[in-house]
């Protein structure tokens, strides 16, 4: 499995490995036991992560570690296995393990350094990625080591190692969305690096195209959308593609360039009739007071849209544009589909419809979120959070109110005290909250650490002192609960 690139893709299998793999997963059905070679079996394992069939793929990994125990490749998938399933604490201590107890090679060192540098293992990534470029130098190694130099911000040797990478491998260059990976969400303390690398990098080889979409993307993040469109369109002019395009586009409507938003748009869907651009086009016709022709455009998106996730919030933008915040709700129903609603994007919903509306329609779609927790002590934990997230803590008291406060749920019964307090808290409700959260203590201790002290204590010191006190005792149970 590369785990460099992210893992495999499903037209990187061929019909008779995926045929192999369900040849497994049928024997193992009928409790027949098959002998396979070592790569039949990193065939096998491959494809059952690939598709993520997990009890198959335990039996998959524990028959080949049987089968060839002296193999390495089959403990490295066993580790990859716990970390896929988030235990991450077993993976360490299996991977210390598994150090002991092989003989040292350059594939062992760097799936390890790898990993443990990956998911932040307490193990010792440099001395790890040193033994394997001392053992047998790879690009992948080295790119290890590019990433160490970076993360201290020691840019000409992250530099240097990572053409030592491309020496030995000029494919380095395709794992280069690490760089935009590490800030999709924020600017991290790496930030200012990586855009100096980036651009480091187009100067280095002028004509990937792929680099000055990585360095565009950067700039997109740090709010440079000129300088990002310049990159884009430097990329496009290498070799154009439909994504590309689709990205100058949406430099255009950053820039307030609607007009040229909506003919890049029209570019790339007749470049390829898959791409749906419906949300973009919705933005940039909102922009230009065309809001019918927005209202239909966002109304036909759907999920090939690269910005699908933000349809329901311009959906909101186009109408409170037109003065038609009632007709809201209506389009809840319409676009969404509210009651088969996957959790992440009713949660998308639920934000964008905090700003505009904490009536029928938001109770509703709180309340549709039941089906997707298997306890009741799980939905009002979700409930309070979302709630106390969006600034909507008068609708999920209510629910707790109507639904749940006389519920015969023991471990709901345990947790609720702490969710009305928090909530009331939020609410401006500072005496109730402290009722409910002393009855909380008495019922069931444990249950501040779990559902309360995730709040900002050095604002509950300063405005509920009372609060802030009952809760202090608690404190130094949990590690850095500040501004959590």
């Not at 002998?35 to 997990?54: N, R, W």
């Not at 716990?82 to 092989?102: G, H, M, P, S, V």
Request: aromatic share 14%; glycine share 4%.
């Amino acid at each position: 499995m590369d785990l460099y690139h992210g893992g495999f893709q499903e037209d990187e299998f061929t019909e008779e490995e995926i045929s192999l793999a369900n040849g497994f997963c049928d024997a193992c059905d009928r409790g027949v036991v098959k002998s396979y070679d070592e790569d039949q079996y990193d065939v096998i394992i491959s494809h059952l992560m690939f598709s993520q069939k997990a009890d198959y793929l335990k039996k998959a990994i524990e028959r080949a570690r049987k089968d060839f125990p002296e193999d390495p490749d089959f403990a490295v998938w066993q580790a990859r296995y716990l970390i896929w399933n988030n235990q991450l604490d077993e993976a360490q201590q299996y991977l210390q393990k598994t150090l002991r107890r092989f003989p040292p090679s350059a594939f062992l060192y760097e799936e390890m350094a790898f990993m443990a540098y990956t998911f932040k293992l307490n193990l010792n990534v440099r001395e790890l990625v040193s033994k394997a470029i001392a053992l047998g130098p790879s690009s992948n190694a080295y790119f290890i080591l590019t990433n160490l130099y970076l993360d201290k911000g020691n840019f000409d040797k992250a530099f240097d190692c990572f053409m030592e990478a491309y020496r030995l491998d000029n494919g380095v260059l395709y794992n280069l969305d690490m760089l935009i990976q590490n800030h999709s969400f924020q600017r991290t303390e790496r930030f200012e690096t990586d855009l100096a690398f980036a651009e480091r990098l187009c100067r280095e080889f002028p004509l990937d195209k792929q680099i000055w979409m990585v360095t565009g993307t950067l700039y997109a993040i740090d709010g440079q959308h000129e300088e990002a469109l310049q990159a884009f369109e430097f990329s496009n002019a290498i070799e154009p593609e439909v994504l590309i395009y689709y990205a100058i586009a949406q430099e255009h409507c950053h820039l307030g360039h609607y007009k040229e938003t909506l003919e890049i748009c029209r570019i790339a869907r007749e470049m390829d009739s898959e791409i749906s651009a419906n949300v973009l086009m919705g933005k940039a016709l909102r922009h230009l007071g065309r809001f019918e022709d927005s209202l239909l455009h966002l109304l036909k998106a759907d999920e090939r849209d690269i910005d699908f996730p933000f349809a329901f919030s311009e959906l909101v933008n186009t109408l409170r544009a037109m003065g038609r915040m009632d007709d809201i709700p209506e389009y809840i129903d319409r676009f969404y589909m509210a009651e088969n609603l996957p959790l992440e994007r009713l949660e998308w919903v639920l934000d964008c419809l905090s700003a505009v509306d904490t009536g029928i329609a938001y109770e509703r779609l709180c309340l549709n979120a039941r089906d997707r927790f298997s306890t009741n002590e799980e939905y009002c934990a979700w409930l309070t959070e979302i709630c106390y997230m969006l600034h909507t803590p008068k609708t999920a008291i209510a629910i707790l109110d109507n639904e749940y406060a006389d519920s015969e749920d023991p471990y709901l019964f345990e947790h609720l005290g702490y969710f009305y307090a928090l909530l009331l808290l939020a609410n401006g409700e500072p005496h109730r909250a402290l009722h409910h959260l002393q009855n909380a203590l008495v019922i069931y201790e444990d249950g501040i650490i779990e559902d309360f002290l995730d709040i900002d204590t050095d604002k509950l010191y300063e405005q509920y002192p009372d609060i802030y006190y009952l809760v202090s005792p608690y404190l130094d149970r949990i590690s850095d609960v500040r501004n959590n």
